[in-house]
């Protein structure tokens, strides 16, 4: 099976394009969406973050509020990487069991946000990035409840997009509307296991 990573900047389309290769039949999984199931009452990382993060970051009911969390960690470099230190190996664990399970498809994708920042490159068989034109992205992130100023701390704390796409093996380029993106990703799919099955059969 070949293990595809999909990564690329804050507010790009990442799910978006997870969606698309989902529908047609990719298996397809979210490291968010593990790293918010890592962070649920009773799971190890729940433990830590409430010792060192204090209960300030907990909601009425006493789960994690990402929210608060978020708005904390990207205030401080140090508390951001002691957050990851904390999830990012519950979701590495997890996405390698999910991975092994995907053994009798031809190919499998995991969504990484921070992959060249906390992945090591050599467990892939090859990178897609998702970029986007950054007024787009400022329009998502306003949509989703970000100041201008959340939504720039949070894109400075990432790698530059421009770094991404050099160390990716496929971009895509999230521009248009939602068919415009279909078509491309299904192109940069097929060109990608095609030229990997071809370097296997060599």
Partial sequence: MLLIALTGGIACGKSAV???????????????????KAMEPGKPAYGRIVERFGE???TNDKRVDRKRLGQRVFERT?????????VHPEVRQAW????????????AVVIV??????????LWNATICVTAPLP?????????????????KRMTAQMSLRTKMERSDRVI??????????EQ????????????????ST
């Fill in 18 to 36: 997870g969606r698309i290769l989902a529908q047609d039949g990719v298996p397809v999984c979210e490291a968010d969406v593990l790293a918010h």
């Fill in 56 to 58: 300030s970051v907990l």
């Fill in 78 to 86: 140090d508390e951001r990487r002691l957050l990851e230190s904390i």
């Fill in 96 to 107: 390698k069991a999910w991975a092994a399970a995907q053994a009798s498809s031809e190919a």
């Fill in 113 to 122: 946000p921070l992959l060249f920042e906390c992945v090591a490159k050599e």
């Fill in 136 to 152: 787009r992205r400022l329009q998502w992130l306003a949509e989703r409840g970000l100041t201008p100023d959340d939504a720039a």
């Fill in 173 to 182: 380029v999230n521009s248009g509307g939602w068919t415009a993106l279909r």
């Fill in 185 to 200: 990703t299904r192109r940069a799919w097929t060109n990608l296991i095609n030229n990997l099955n071809k370097g296997r």
